[in-house]
């Protein structure tokens, strides 16, 4: 992974981040004081960009590429929209990275040193500037639970359709019907595949 140093012109916004809407928290002044204070990240395949258990006071927004969310190795998320932001909990919690970020391409990452930015903007003597970046990263979190939220709503509609799908109806002799008891969804399948193999 290769770093620089990111040079833009001041007053305008470029191109890849005009995609990120939360960055309109910001002036033009206070945006300009972020991104000079942001480096470029190049990566290739594998490289780590956030480490698990490790602190670190970088936010990201990704530029080009995939990247891949992992916990104790295993992915459980993909990171591959232009404009994407990441890492940002590191300015609220200060604790260590909850996971790992690494790139699944070649990528580019822009990364914003928000411990750089309260260094040279103390919060006692710029209140706004630090309103602006909670703000920023307050809206962040609000989309990404809404995300999460709907996630989950689709998850628990796919579940209770497998649990009426594996209710069978019985036939009684006065030819009324009433739910089979439930069984264990394993067990059906197991029933079922041992009837096709005997078939």
Same mark, same amino acid.
């Given at each position: 992974?290769?770093e ?13 981040l ?55 190795? @295993?992915?459980?998320? &993909?990171?591959? $929209?232009?404009? =994407? +932001?990441?890492? #940002? /909990?590191? !300015? ?17 990452c ?33 989309? @990404?639970?809404?995300? &999460?939220?709907? $996630?989950l709503? =689709? +998850?628990?509609? #796919? /579940?209770? !359709? ?19 008891p ?18």
């Amino acid at each position: 992974m290769k770093e620089y140093a990111y040079i833009h012109e001041e007053g305008q916004l470029p191109e890849p981040l005009t995609s990120v809407p939360f960055l309109n928290s910001f002036s033009d002044e206070q945006l300009d004081d972020v991104l000079n204070s942001s480096s470029l990240l190049q990566c290739d395949k594998d490289d780590i960009i956030i480490k698990e258990g490790t602190i670190d006071s970088r936010i990201y927004i990704l530029l080009s590429g995939e990247l891949e969310v992992r916990i104790n190795g @295993k992915k459980v998320a &993909t990171i591959s $929209r232009v404009g =994407d +932001v990441f890492g #940002e /909990l590191a !300015l609220v919690n200060q604790d260590k990275r909850a996971a790992s970020v690494i790139a699944g391409s070649r990528a580019l990452c822009l990364a914003v040193d928000q411990k750089f930015l309260q260094d040279t903007h103390p919060r006692e003597e710029d209140p706004a500037f630090h309103a602006a970046l909670f703000e920023f990263v307050a809206r962040l979190v609000a989309k @990404k639970l809404d995300t &999460t939220s709907r $996630r989950l709503a =689709d +998850v628990e509609k #796919e /579940l209770r !359709l497998l649990k009426e799908a594996h209710e069978q109806p019985v036939v009684t002799s006065s030819k009324t019907t009433k739910p089979a008891p439930r069984r264990p969804a394993a067990k059906v399948i197991k029933k079922a595949a041992r009837r096709k193999a005997l078939a």
